[in-house]
């Protein structure tokens, strides 16, 4: 992808968070069902680290079906170090301090649409934000690193927000961003979205990335393969890039920092057909 229509990607999904800030962060309240998981795994290997409370001395938390939290385990007062890379309303937050009660949370999130993180209601535990233009930077060639501030911590996760970063190396870049984000035997937890998997979301695609690149003068063979243009509750011009990982894509990604970090968990959840995203945990080396 030319670094041109990476740039009205970019543009185009900033103005739509800006724009649609309120009905988007409406929708977005409950936590997913994979972030269970990925706390799960992330705090048992940062155990097995020499960090936190040894997995046997770990208490199931409990929570009401279909809450997202079931099997997510608390830390006892164990101090715990999160990036959140694109926080959004901060509803990972909220969930994590409800999963780890005992935990001595230290936050760092970052996001670009202020707008969102502004009408949140966040969690009790301090949150340091910072707002940062993150794909902007890296479209211009920044490293991950030069765009925040956060200091090295236990984990950083990232939720969806690798889905609208143009291009394949950039996406890479941000991956190796994260694990530099942690400390060695620190992990990463990121949801990569799959979407045209759903035949109806698919075919919503389809009717308004036809729509959208018509509107936006982009020529289709400018965007990459899993390149899509989405809409909005059938907002005319509400429109955001979404990209749909293929499974050998997502092996590719994995692959491009095996150097950095191991696979330490890999599955889907979320959505009606337990399947919308792709969830990767990794183990800084």
Not at 34 to 40: Q, Y
């Amino acid at each position: 992808m030319d670094t041109k229509t990476a740039e009205i990607l970019c543009k185009t999904t900033a103005d739509f968070y800006r724009a649609q800030a309120a009905s988007f962060s409406a929708t977005r309240t409950a936590p997913w069902h994979g972030w269970a998981r990925c706390v799960d795994v992330m705090t048992e290997a940062l155990g097995v680290a020499g960090r936190g409370v040894p997995s046997d001395a770990r208490t199931q938390f409990s929570a009401g079906e279909g809450s997202g939290c079931e099997g997510a385990v608390l830390t006892g007062c164990a101090a715990f170090s999160v990036f959140d890379l694109a926080c959004g309303n901060l509803r990972f937050e909220r969930f994590l301090e409800e999963a780890l009660p005992d935990a001595s949370l230290r936050i760092y999130a970052v996001d670009s649409c202020d707008e969102l993180v502004a009408s949140a209601d966040g969690p009790s535990a301090p949150v340091t934000y910072e707002s940062a233009d993150i794909v902007g930077g890296l479209i211009e060639g920044l490293p991950l690193s030069c765009l925040h501030h956060a200091p090295q911590g236990d984990a950083a996760v990232s939720f969806g927000f690798l889905h609208h970063v143009p291009g394949e190396e950039l996406r890479v870049r941000v991956l190796e961003g994260l694990i530099d984000a942690v400390r060695p035997g620190g992990c990463v937890a990121v949801s990569l979205w799959q979407f045209m998997n759903n035949s109806t979301l698919a075919a919503k695609a389809e009717v308004t990335h036809a729509q959208a690149i018509k509107a936006l003068g982009l020529a289709p063979g400018k965007l990459d393969e899993g390149d899509y243009l989405l809409g909005w509750k059938n907002v005319e011009g509400a429109w955001r890039y979404c990209h749909h990982f293929s499974d050998e894509e997502v092996g590719r990604l994995v692959a491009a920092v095996s150097n950095r970090a191991h696979v330490i968990d890999s599955f889907e959840a979320d959505g009606r057909t337990g399947a919308m995203n792709r969830y990767v945990v990794l183990q800084r080396i």
